[in-house]
């Protein structure tokens, strides 16, 4: 095509003002707005000019396009209007999976939070007194419960090897996630001084974070000590001088190493602060409130093992074993999580009324000893014999049909995720999907593109599902799905 061909067919574009004087359009301005009715037409209209340049567009499609022209900017403008965070169906195994939301949340965490969010509520109004409260007890007194019930009541004498000491109850606070949470902690506990980590514990977690970086912003200095597979409780003792502000210990939840390796007890570690009167503090990053021993997980301490130990402050996210929403919450002696509630930075870290909700509804489920009301932990308790029933009947459903796939259930792990247990799997049992005319990564293209999108893995050239990680309730719609895909 010409050039001067071009140019006669661009003449043949209206203007967007001419378009948007059609009564077609005119109508679409009452429900979508009229300036994503303006957007959605220039958007159509510039598509045109693209197509007619690249020569993919002659005078009869030009014709055919124009004749369509509203219609193909109502499907822009719906495209436009629809919500960018949509619900997918997690297929892959991964119960923490970062990139799909980490924890799904449970049934009573919804109504808490509509209850909180249609109206006022008490975040920060002590209905007893009539002063203003604090939005922080809400969760506080919750895990204030938990904390006596697995560590005992502070005000009672120390049980014999404890050291937890009794004269300093358990108090937390809570921040928008783990990294704000050590942030915060740093910069209260040891701002202008030192802080004493292992070089094998100086993690990078998602996102390209750094404890460094963390550090570094939190205006404390960082005092590496050891090497990176072997650090001994002399190497902290020998790094402390006067400008010593915390012992800092990192839990390697996103990575674990083996072979000639040494660490010190938490023990030694509580030991050495008392003996310095430099407080302890644990990153665990994931931070469970259960024992991940009743699911054959080995090796991730609890919070309550963390505290029962004799650290002084723990840090953990909320949306991880925990199983809550994003999060991150700092528990500890209350003298030191009295200091952080003061820090001004603080306010600029703290959460909204919508993550209290979310967080206290699923602190309840703990309380109440309701695990089965939390989505990860329910999925992290399902038996692979349980998942492969469903995998069996889902398979069934497909394979009679004589559509263009087949499938077959075969064993597999599935990941915990979100950092938590790198090296930790659990026996599952999977549908393996080959399609007749698709590659798997074609296939999974069209999973993705479904309606619910449904993400799954790729292993050895077949598409693989773990309904682990899918609601029960949402079988039926995979099956459907596939189905879709294979006719």
Avoid: C, W
């Amino acid at each position: 095509m010409g050039v001067s061909s071009q140019t006669e067919l661009l003449r043949q574009l209206p203007s967007v003002d001419e378009v948007l004087r059609s009564p077609e359009i005119s109508a679409l301005a009452g429900s979508g707005g009229a300036a994503a009715v303006t957007e959605a037409t220039r958007a159509v209209l510039a598509n045109l000019r693209g197509e007619i340049l690249e020569g993919n567009l002659d005078g009869n499609g030009v014709e055919l396009a124009l004749s369509g022209i509203a219609g193909a900017i109502e499907n822009q403008l719906a495209g436009a209007l629809r919500y960018s965070l949509q619900p997918v169906i997690n297929a892959t195994g991964v119960i923490l999976h970062t990139n799909l939301g980490r924890a799904p949340l449970g049934e009573a965490v919804f109504e808490h939070i509509r209850e909180t969010a249609r109206g006022y509520s008490n975040l920060e109004f002590d209905l007893e007194s009539g002063e203003r409260g604090k939005r922080d007890g809400h969760v506080d007194k919750l895990l204030g419960q938990l904390f006596s019930k697995e560590l005992g009541d502070p005000s009672t004498p120390l049980r014999a090897g404890s050291h937890v000491r009794a004269a300093q109850a358990v108090s937390t606070i809570v921040v928008n996630n783990n990294a704000a949470a050590v942030l915060l902690a740093l910069n209260t506990l040891a701002e202008n001084g030192e802080v004493v980590v292992s070089r094998g514990e100086l993690v990078e977690i998602g996102g390209s974070f750094r404890i460094p970086d963390v550090m570094g912003k939190s205006q404390a200095t960082l005092r590496e000590v050891g090497t990176t597979n072997r650090t001994r409780t002399a190497d902290y003792e020998k790094a402390i001088n006067e400008k010593t502000r915390l012992i800092l210990r990192v839990h390697r939840s996103n990575f674990e190493i083996s072979g000639f390796t040494e660490q010190p007890g938490l023990e030694e570690l509580a030991e050495l602060s008392r003996k310095h009167k430099i407080p302890l503090m644990e990153d665990l990053g994931s931070g469970a409130l259960f024992d991940l021993r009743t699911i054959g997980v080995s090796g991730e301490p609890s919070v309550f093992e963390s505290l029962r130990a004799g650290v002084d402050v723990v840090s953990y996210s909320g949306d991880k074993l925990l199983g809550g929403p994003q999060a991150g919450l700092l528990s500890g002696r209350a003298d030191f999580i009295a200091r952080m509630r003061s820090n001004s930075l603080f306010r600029a870290l703290r959460v909204d009324k919508l993550t209290y909700a979310a967080l206290e509804a699923t602190l309840l489920s703990y309380v109440k000893g309701q695990h089965g009301g939390i989505p990860a932990l329910r999925m992290m308790h399902l038996s692979k014999e349980d998942i492969g029933i469903r995998a069996e009947k889902m398979a069934a459903q497909i394979l009679p049909a004589k559509l263009a796939i087949e499938a077959e259930v075969i064993d597999g792990a599935s990941l915990i995720g979100g950092g938590a247990a790198p090296s930790a799997t659990l026996p599952t049992r999977l549908i393996a999907i080959t399609h007749q005319d698709l590659s798997a990564d074609e296939f999974m293209k069209r999973l993705r593109e479904s309606s619910p999108p449904v993400v799954a893995r790729v292993e050895d050239g077949r598409v693989l599902l773990d309904l682990r990680t899918v609601f029960p309730e949402q079988d039926e719609v995979v099956v459907g799905v596939l189905r879709s895909i294979a006719e």
